[in-house]
């Protein structure tokens, strides 16, 4: 059996004001094909001011949604090579 060793780079860039974050997660694959998603968290006012805690909780939503999207582009992959629906594993 060969083993073959492939690395997937992923970007994370953040926005913020004094009251929300934004967080853009960029993949790209080998194929040279790129999948985007985004996150945002929001500060309450009469919370502290603490931007590490929004990027980590936007970061987090950014690559939830980036791994499904992956989830999905995989299983539409599969369906297109096989003909039939695939069903993921949840």
């Known amino acids: 059996m060969v083993m ?3 690395g997937w780079h992923i970007e994370l ?4 004001d004094t009251h929300r ?7 790209r ?3 040279g094909s ?5 996150g945002y968290a929001s500060r309450h006012p009469s919370d502290k001011n603490q931007p590490r805690v929004g990027e980590e909780i936007a970061g987090a ?3 939830n949604e980036l791994a ?6 995989a ?3 599969i369906d297109e090579a096989s003909g039939r629906t695939s069903h993921p594993l949840t």
């Open 4 to 6: 073959t060793t492939v």
């Open 13 to 16: 860039e953040f926005a913020e």
């Open 21 to 27: 974050t934004r967080a853009a997660a960029l993949v």
């Open 29 to 31: 694959l080998p194929d």
């Open 34 to 38: 790129e999948v985007r998603a985004h």
């Open 61 to 63: 939503r950014a690559l």
């Open 68 to 73: 499904m999207k992956m989830l999905t582009k």
């Open 75 to 77: 299983h539409d992959e």
